[in-house]
């Protein structure tokens, strides 16, 4: 166990490191010179006084070696320090801080909903597998899947907020105006739920264990819900973790449309106006935290597996 | 091996028409008598593709012809699904915008699908320290949103068709991996591998010409269960500007451009989106049928 917990550490270290090298070239591979990049998106003048590249470049320490550069920027990247935002002019750690939130409010609820939805349509469609609720529930997962969040959200916009006038159409400062982003959100993941759901649960129901507590006079419900629901649970907990972590940073599509001021649209209104400190620090960050989600979800069902073992032959 | 003997199963007629009546056949063989999902899905694909291999020849209009005089009029004679914004026809902007769009998905996903299963064949014939670090890779990149990647291409060498594809191949190639490791382990212990290691056969030869190639079908319905993903994440970046760039257009920069106006022509905004679902939708369908026929054959085996 304890070498199990050690590799993984060290491959987390290591990703780290060279995601770290990645970001950290992203102004050199654009221009070739980060100061040009810089200056450019700052006056947006092809014409650059040499004396200001010169002072910027001896400002920021661009001078220097390659390779001290980027150890000084690790330096400060691990204490959160990444510098000033160019457009808004605050330190990027607190953006993100404010940012991270938001993200992780919004997946948070998403996935709650995602899996309240989930929970009974699989158990459903378990139990009578081939039958006419199990194809009408796999025919709502497949489209659940297949319809794209930048096309829901405009038309739950437009009936919701613009016929209806029930709910506001973007922001983030009333709690109403949750509810479209989190439903856009929640449908991809409920689509997947309800699918380890159903596959889970199908194992279950085959299972001895399920015989035996009929056997023993419980009823199908009583069965189900005592034996059955616990053990099909773990399964979908473990999706829970890898679909926070990608939904923390990975939502921009949703976050732009609603104008939500998560992580993913500070890392895209980033990447549009250049801003490199934000961009760096955004990437970093949301690379960083969905690797570290995954690396301890393993590490978690690594220690919970024997356990679970040894409930099931115990039941 | 098994692949080659199902598809010798029946003998081959030798005349032209004969064998174009037989192709005939085994293609309708292929559709009919298989699960439900799987014959819908392929036939809303092959109507989809045929528009869309189609189009120059079919489309009412040029995409960027604009009748001004016609802005935002609804479906009418003239203009089956209507007119947008600049009054370009709707109908043909959407067939030419779906070339861009399920072209773009498609190469993605073929390259994601051929690095994966070439690395994760490899990674377990090799095993060792190699196979340990190919699969905690995966086991990471996995966890990376591919919108993320693709920002930060973006961000470090800007827009273009290379970047998009790139993009989405970096961590697209992972589902195949872990899946052709999976089933390459369990090919590896087959006899007809052992036979060839007798014969003395190399690696590479070994696992192109024995543990792809049997490990296919499965590789296949993954693809296509993967496709529909592919396509929404390629529309989704040219929905927020960053992938197909004007004057090119896909159906996500269509829904780009008809935001403004959705109230006024909600076809606008309906159209588009729906190309997308029912394209990936039916795209889906075929991969999960697929998918069920293969449990079940497995089930009873």
Not at chain 2, 152 to 166: H, P, R, V
């Amino acid at each position: 166990m304890v070498r199990f917990i050690v590799r993984r550490l060290l491959v987390l270290l290591i990703t780290l490191l060279a995601v770290s090298a990645a970001t950290f070239a992203i102004p050199y591979a654009s221009g070739g010179d980060p100061v040009r990049t810089i200056l450019r998106s700052r006056v947006s003048d092809q014409a650059l006084d040499p004396s200001a590249i010169a002072a910027l470049r001896s400002e920021l320490g661009l001078d220097r070696p390659i390779l001290v550069q980027y150890l000084s920027w690790l330096g400060r990247a691990v204490r959160g320090d990444f510098g000033m935002s160019f457009t808004s002019r605050t330190p990027v750690d607190q953006l993100l801080g404010t940012a991270i939130g938001v993200s992780g409010t919004l997946a948070v609820i998403a996935i709650g909903l995602a899996f309240l939805a989930a929970l009974p349509l699989g158990t459903l469609a378990a139990m009578r597998p081939g039958k006419r609720v199990d194809n009408g529930v796999t025919l709502l997962t497949q489209s659940f899947v297949a319809v794209p969040e930048y096309w829901l959200a405009p038309i739950l916009v437009l009936v919701f907020s613009r016929y209806l006038g029930w709910l506001p159409s973007a922001g983030w400062r009333d709690p109403t105006s949750i509810i479209l982003p989190a439903l856009t959100l929640a449908l991809r993941p409920m689509a997947y739920f309800t699918q380890v759901t159903r596959a889970a649960m199908s194992d279950v129901l085959a299972s001895p264990y399920m015989t035996a507590a009929r056997s023993r006079g419980l009823s199908g419900g009583q069965a189900l819900l005592r034996h059955g629901l616990r053990n099909a649970l773990l399964p979908v907990m473990t999706l829970f973790s890898l679909w926070f972590a990608g939904l923390l940073g990975g939502s921009v599509v949703v976050e732009v449309i609603f104008a939500i001021p998560g992580m993913g649209r500070l890392v895209y209104s980033a990447v549009v106006n250049h801003d490199v400190p934000l961009i760096q620090g955004g990437i970093l960050c949301t690379v960083a935290l969905a690797v570290l989600i995954t690396t301890v979800t393993d590490l978690l069902y690594a220690l919970i597996n024997p356990a679970v073992r040894v409930r099931d032959g115990a039941v | 091996m098994a692949l080659s003997s199902s598809l010798s199963r029946d003998p081959v007629p030798s005349t032209a028409p004969r064998r174009l009546a037989h192709l005939t056949a085994t293609g309708l063989r292929a559709v009919t008598g298989r699960h439900w999902t799987l014959r819908i899905g392929a036939v809303v694909l092959a109507l989809v593709l045929t528009v869309l291999l189609l189009t120059p020849w079919i489309a009412p209009y040029d995409p960027a012809h604009q009748d001004l005089g016609q802005r935002l009029s609804g479906p009418g004679a003239h203009h089956l699904l209507g007119t947008d914004q600049l009054g370009r026809d709707i109908l043909s902007r959407l067939m030419y915008g779906g070339r861009f769009s399920v072209s773009i998905a498609a190469v993605t996903l073929l390259l994601s699908a051929v690095i994966g299963t070439v690395i994760g064949a490899f990674s377990a014939r090799r095993g060792g320290i190699v196979d340990e670090v190919v699969m905690r890779t995966t086991d990471l990149l996995i966890s990376i949103p591919d919108v993320i990647v693709a920002l930060f291409l973006i961000a470090a060498f800007g827009t273009g068709y290379g970047m998009l594809i790139a993009a989405l191949t970096i961590v697209g190639w992972t589902p195949f991996a872990r899946l052709m490791r999976g089933l390459a382990l369990e090919i590896n212990s087959r006899e007809y591998i052992e036979a060839a290691e007798a014969l003395g056969c190399s690696k590479v030869f070994i696992v192109f010409r024995h543990v792809i190639p049997n490990a296919l079908r499965p590789v296949l319905s993954l693809g296509f269960l993967r496709f529909g993903h592919k396509l929404i994440t390629v529309g989704g970046l040219s929905y927020v500007g960053l992938g197909v760039q004007p004057p090119d257009s896909d159906w996500g920069a269509m829904l780009l451009d008809a935001q403004p106006y959705m109230q006024r022509l909600p076809l606008l905004v309906i159209a588009p989106g729906a190309a997308i679902f029912v394209t990936a939708l039916s795209v889906t369908l075929i991969g999960h049928g697929m998918e069920l026929k293969r449990k079940r054959r497995t089930d009873a085996s």
